[in-house]
């Protein structure tokens, strides 16, 4: 009895050196789930551990930072004072810099203005000027007859335009609408009627755009205020008919010319005459001046141009063209363009006696072989203190010319067709820093349209 009780205790450890559990058999999933819940909570013990270590360094970095940028009321303040002075030190710099530039920019301008007191002025504009596209050009209608005269008021912002139908009418530059219109009248109805009664034939504004004076075949010049269309007065005195208008720039002194031969001054603030220049030979076709107190005159049949020193009582006269000068331009104070009836274009010095440059032929020629004659210029422009003019003639062509150094050349950049024959125009040009505005204005001769044609061009220099 005794001996069975000792296998059996003996035959446990057996079972137990074999890895075999005598209590009940378990279910598979308990033990996993078991040794999950050990992991879980093992991972748990590990991340509490880490999050508070982190918390630790956390403490001690923001503890390091407040070391770092702790400073005192006196460090603050000695901070501040140099940033302070950086500040002031770039605030100068730039100052600096900006005066610099301001300097530059007076001298130039200061540069320019004594050229262009003296005649010597020449902007080089004329690479920059393009021919107009046909679809760039406008036509404005409003006149009953030919169309005999323009100006274009200092802000390029409006027209002025005469014809032979003795009215005027103002234009809007931009929309090509009519501003005003201040109708002709009728002959004999002088004394009721206020404005013009006769083919109105010149016609120029003041530089500061306040006046608008215009003359006629009746041998009267009336003046306007150009704002309003408002009639001033007249001045009465030529005995033969108008010609040529110019206002001193700067001024309201009023030059004219007529077919009397003579050139009168007049003070259009004082509603007075002045006094009167002589010296041509035949009916005066052009005048022109700029701010000197002098004026250029065309005299036509007597083959001169002439310069009117009028504050040293004296004239200077020139000759060149062969036959009749018709129109004459100032390009600056020292230098000209005229067109002549022989077809020919020429710049002029009013320190030379002849022309510096002539090109003849310059709208060329028309007729049958061997009975060939020039085509010839009715009218010249020019873009002051430039080296850019242009010439238009009875063939429909603008011509559009680049002037050589000193003016000692001439140059064909481009013509303008025009649809029909025409007799005058004008330049358009509002200056600035950084661009000039260039176009130009022409009307029509013995066409039944009597319409103004008008291309601009904007070009950065």
Not at 61 to 66: L, M, T, V
């Amino acid at each position: 009895m005794s001996s069975s009780f000792f296998i059996k205790k003996n035959a446990n450890p057996k079972l137990t050196k074999k890895g075999k559990s005598t209590s009940a058999p378990k279910r598979k999933g308990e033990d996993g789930k078991t040794n999950k819940a050990k992991s879980k909570k093992y991972n748990e013990e590990i991340s509490s551990d880490s999050e508070a270590e982190s918390s630790t360094l956390l403490k001690k970095r923001q503890a390091n930072e407040e070391i770092v940028y702790e400073e005192t009321p006196q460090e603050k303040k000695l901070r501040l004072a140099k940033l302070y002075l950086e500040q002031l030190k770039e605030e100068e710099k730039n100052k600096a810099e900006d005066e610099s530039f301001e300097t530059d920019l007076i001298a130039g301008r200061l540069q320019e203005e004594v050229l262009e007191q003296k005649g010597k002025l020449q902007r080089l504009v004329a690479k920059d000027i393009i021919a107009p596209e046909a679809s760039e050009i406008r036509v404005l209608r409003g006149h009953k007859l030919p169309i005999t005269c323009l100006v274009i008021a200092p802000d390029d912002k409006c027209i002025f335009s005469a014809a032979k139908d003795c009215s005027i009418i103002k234009w809007d530059v931009e929309s090509g609408r009519k501003l005003h219109t201040i109708h002709g009248g009728r002959k004999g109805t002088e004394e009721r009627h206020v404005g013009h009664t006769a083919h109105i034939l010149c016609m120029t504004i003041s530089s500061d755009g306040k006046y608008l004076a215009t003359g006629d075949m009746n041998k009267l010049i009336m003046i306007w205020e150009a704002d309003t269309c408002k009639h001033l007065y007249k001045f009465v005195g030529h005995k033969g008919p108008l010609s040529g208008l110019s206002f001193r720039r700067g001024t309201h002194d009023l030059y004219s010319a007529s077919h009397d031969r003579s050139v009168k001054v007049w003070n259009v603030d004082e509603k007075a005459y002045v006094e009167t220049l002589f010296g041509h030979q035949d009916a005066i076709t052009g005048l022109d001046s700029l701010s000197r107190e002098r004026c250029v005159t065309a005299g036509g049949r007597d083959g001169t141009v002439r310069v009117w020193k009028i504050a040293e009582e004296s004239q200077l006269v020139f000759h060149g063209h062969e036959g009749s000068i018709d129109c004459i331009q100032l390009i600056n104070e020292e230098h000209m363009i005229t067109g002549a009836d022989d077809g020919s274009v020429s710049l002029w010095s009013v320190n030379k006696k002849k022309p510096l440059c002539t090109v003849k032929q310059a709208h060329g020629c028309h007729g049958d072989l061997g009975l060939e004659q020039p085509h010839w210029v009715a009218s010249v422009a020019a873009l002051q203190n430039s080296d850019t003019v242009a010439s238009g003639s009875h063939n429909s062509q603008v011509n559009v010319w680049k002037c050589g150094p000193s003016y000692r050349g001439l140059e064909l950049l481009f013509s303008v067709p025009m649809p029909e024959v025409f007799e005058f125009w004008s330049v358009l040009g509002g200056w600035s820093r950084t661009g000039a505005q260039v176009g130009t204005m022409v009307e029509t001769k013995r066409s039944q349209k009597r319409d103004l044609y008008y291309s601009s061009e904007e070009k950065t220099f």
